[in-house]
């Protein structure tokens, strides 16, 4: 019987239409995902108003959803190598749509929490699925760039929360930005259709026919057979365990993740909760607030595709390790004072790009990192304890605001992860590279 390499025809396929179905069909689930994790930064000014809440409660409300993040990431990851990614997605993805149309009928800080937290399990379980889903389907010599453009979809979201919440706050209130979260709901059936099933996963199990189809659609020039047998070089390896993220020299590669994971996710959710606050303290209006989250997250989309081009033809993880220099300069110069209004929207997109967009490629890198049984556990676990660098983030900024601290010392303190982040990136590119040379 004839037998057929899965990553060989994946790995060298030609770039084509199914390609660009799946990366559009991931990119749209990401910006319902970015779009429901921004949304608390949008509304924090006029919730703290509302229920009159000081800046340490109001940082502790964001970190809820920021809970659930971490527990989604670490359930849903290691859950999905198991029941498939494709149901994986779906789950989630109710889950965070639902909650977060209830999260605009509370009437209390307690129930708003209580909804947030169940959102972001949705939301942490969705993006490792995702992000394996789409590295497992890009071709090798476009997988950063693919990831990227992909996950560009989570910033877009994040722009449409702002830019939605600068005409819908003033007019109708906080409770219609919630709201807007049951469209997405409509458009599942349809993503579902037709988004593949991981063609891993039904190898795995025993479905050569279903995933057959698939890499025909991948490379409609293989047209193979119903005889050609599947094999995945990786199948030996046992999928869904910790343990295998620390086995075979990847101990060393998986810490370092987690530490430039922890610290990338404490300031994109630092400035994504607290900057539309900061500048309005600073003096600007609740519109130029919103304006700047907006800038942050356009400057994400091109720190991601940018960096992922770079990716592809450079070293990823010597890219990252930049990236994350570049997010503390600028993010320490956002304090300055008398910067005319082009210099900071020039930071602040900087800072969108090498914090929010890093946090993409960083996804990217680890999913290249993880080989394909055990990805959505690694990407899963990498998120998970990332997830308490969010959830420190919002905590932080509240304390921070609560001491009264001046304006370019909070900036500072939002810097310094940066820092660590692009030293761990540089130890990942320094074990990798000695671990390449050995093999």
């Known amino acids: 019987m004839q037998k057929t390499d899965v990553h060989e025809i994946i790995d060298n396929a030609r770039f084509g239409g199914y390609h660009w179905l799946i990366t559009a069909l991931c990119a749209l689930l990401l ?87 169940l959102a972001g399990l949705g939301c942490g379980g969705l993006m490792p699925n995702v992000v394996a889903l789409m590295n ?53 059936p349809v993503i579902m259709f037709y988004l593949p099933e991981s063609v891993g996963f039904l190898v795995r199990h025993g479905k050569h026919d279903e995933a057959r189809k698939i890499l025909n659609k991948l490379d409609d020039q293989r047209n193979l057979q119903a005889g050609s047998e599947l094999v995945m070089t990786e199948s030996k390896v046992k999928g869904g365990s910790i343990v295998e993220l620390f086995r075979g020299g990847r101990a060393l590669g998986t ?85 005319s209004q082009p210099v900071l929207y020039l930071l602040i997109g900087i800072a969108g790009a090498t914090t929010i967009g890093t946090q993409i490629l960083l996804y990217a890198c680890a999913a290249q990192f993880y080989s394909l049984s055990i990805r959505s556990t690694g990407l899963g676990w990498a998120s998970g304890i990332g997830r308490n660098g969010a959830i420190v983030g919002p905590l932080l900024g509240g304390a921070l605001l609560g001491i009264n601290l001046p304006l370019h010392l909070n900036f500072m303190a939002f810097a310094i992860p940066g820092v660590l982040a692009a030293l761990a990136m540089l130890v990942f590119a320094i074990s990798r590279s000695r671990s390449e040379v050995a093999a």
């Not at 990227?148 to 109708?172: D, E, H, K, R, T």
């Not at 530490?259 to 303290?281: E, G, H, Q």
Request: positive net charge; proline residues 4%; charged residues 10%.
């Open 31 to 117: 910006i319902f995902d970015g779009y429901d994790l921004f949304i608390y930064g949008a509304v924090l000014p006029t919730l703290m108003k509302e229920w009159n809440m000081t800046p340490l409660e109001a940082g502790a409300l964001g970190s809820y959803a920021l809970f659930g993040m971490m527990f989604g990431a670490l359930i849903f990851g290691t859950l999905a190598d198991k029941i498939g990614r494709k149901k994986g997605i779906a789950i989630c993805f109710v889950l965070f749509s639902v909650a977060t149309v209830i999260n605009g009928f509370a009437s209390s800080p307690t129930e708003f929490g209580i909804f947030r937290f």
């Open 136 to 188: 497992e389907y890009a071709p090798k010599r476009l997988r950063s760039t693919l990831v990227a453009v992909m996950f560009s979809g989570y910033s877009i979201g994040g722009m449409c929360s702002a830019g939605l919440g600068i005409w819908v706050l003033p007019n109708f209130g906080w409770q219609p930005m919630f709201f807007a979260a049951a469209i997405p709901l409509l458009l599942l």
């Open 255 to 339: 810490l370092s993740i987690w530490v430039a994971f922890f610290c990338c996710l404490l300031m994109v959710y630092a400035l994504s909760s607290w900057l539309p606050k900061l500048m309005a303290n600073a003096g600007y209006s609740l519109g130029s607030s919103l304006s700047f989250l907006m800038a942050l997250n356009f400057g994400a989309v091109f720190g991601a595709i940018g960096g992922g081009w770079l990716g592809d033809r450079m070293n990823l993880p010597r890219v990252l390790a930049v990236f994350f220099a570049l997010a503390a300069i600028s993010i320490s110069m956002l304090g300055i004072q008398g910067l």
